[in-house]
């Protein structure tokens, strides 16, 4: 496998992230851990040293969690590493990892005791009222369509772990939900939460749909919709191009968001053009786009 230096984000991007997640350690000291889990993906020669805890290890892999999906590209190697550092962790005891490991285990079975002592451990990390067992069996929940114990496991989580990226994600889960009651005052709130927690990537379909709402607010939805589209949300361009051709009147603008939703390929993009050249009384460019 190649060296880790060959294909680590740089010290830059990382000294950011680490910034941003509020780490206790700054990058020069983690990268050597970030190295020693490397080497022992191959063998079993791992040491934590004494300044770095199982915490810090979780918030590694966090790290490059979220450079994956910013960069939207997978190395097969760091994904590897990224797992290493969940075995670690929960090697050392960290919950966190246990929990992570455990409905890894429940959402792929395979041997029946690696089952049961997975739900073994879950049971043990509710009685502990580790926050992502709540959040991971509400996830469960909501594959299965229990929405009602979804709502109740992720409302508990909320009140013991409120503004973290991991309760991002809860909250557009809750507005979900709550979009099948119909609420959609408590839609919008749960949207608003999981943005204001939330890496932007992670949260543009929150922008698209609070655009939605705010179809009687011009300003707003394109302030919501923009969010989207400047994260490649294919549904925010045409809903852009929309908005310009049918509330500004500026064609102009409007060819433009539809044109890039035509590059991704988007059918509702193309008939927006389509109308768009129309109102403008570009017969030909209508035609074509027919």
């Known amino acids: 496998k190649p060296e880790l230096s060959t294909i680590f984000p740089s010290k830059r991007v990382m000294n950011r992230l680490l910034f941003d997640y509020d780490s206790r350690l700054n990058f020069k000291n983690l990268y050597p851990i970030y190295e020693s889990v490397y080497r022992s993906i191959d063998s079993d020669g791992f040491t ?22 910013r960069t939207h590209a997978t190395n097969r190697h760091l994904l590897a590493l990224e797992n290493e550092l969940v075995e670690k962790a929960a090697e050392l005891g960290n919950n966190d990892a246990v929990a992570t490991l455990a409905f890894e285990t429940i959402n792929d079975p395979g041997n029946p005791e690696d089952m ?19 959040k991971l069996s509400g996830d469960l929940a909501w594959a299965k369509k229990d929405v009602g114990q979804a709502e109740a496991l992720y409302t508990r989580f909320l009140e013991l772990e409120p503004n973290t990226a991991t309760s991002s994600e ?3 889960n809750l507005a979900f939900i709550n979009f099948l009651k119909p609420d959609l005052l408590a839609l919008q709130r749960y949207f608003e939460k999981s943005i204001k927690f939330g890496e932007a990537a992670n949260v543009a379909q929150c922008h698209f749909y609070l655009g939605q709402l705010a179809h ?3 300003l707003l939805a394109r302030h919501h919709y923009e969010a989207g589209a400047s994260q490649g949300l294919i549904e925010a361009f045409p809903a852009l191009g929309f ?28 008939m927006g053009l389509f109308d768009c050249y129309v109102r403008m009384e570009l017969w030909e460019k209508a035609e074509a786009t027919l």
């Open 116 to 134: 049961a002592h997975a739900k073994k451990l879950v049971i043990e990390l509710f009685k502990l009222e580790n926050p992502l067992t709540f």
């Open 170 to 172: 809860v909250y557009k």
């Open 216 to 218: 009687a607010q011009p």
């Open 48 to 69: 934590l040293p004494n300044y770095a805890t199982s915490a810090d290890l979780m918030l590694m892999r966090e790290v490059l969690g979220v450079i994956r999906k």
């Open 243 to 270: 908005l310009e051709m049918n509330y500004y009147n500026n064609f102009a603008k409007a060819v433009e968001w539809f044109k890039l939703g035509v590059e991704l390929r988007d059918s509702t993009a193309l």
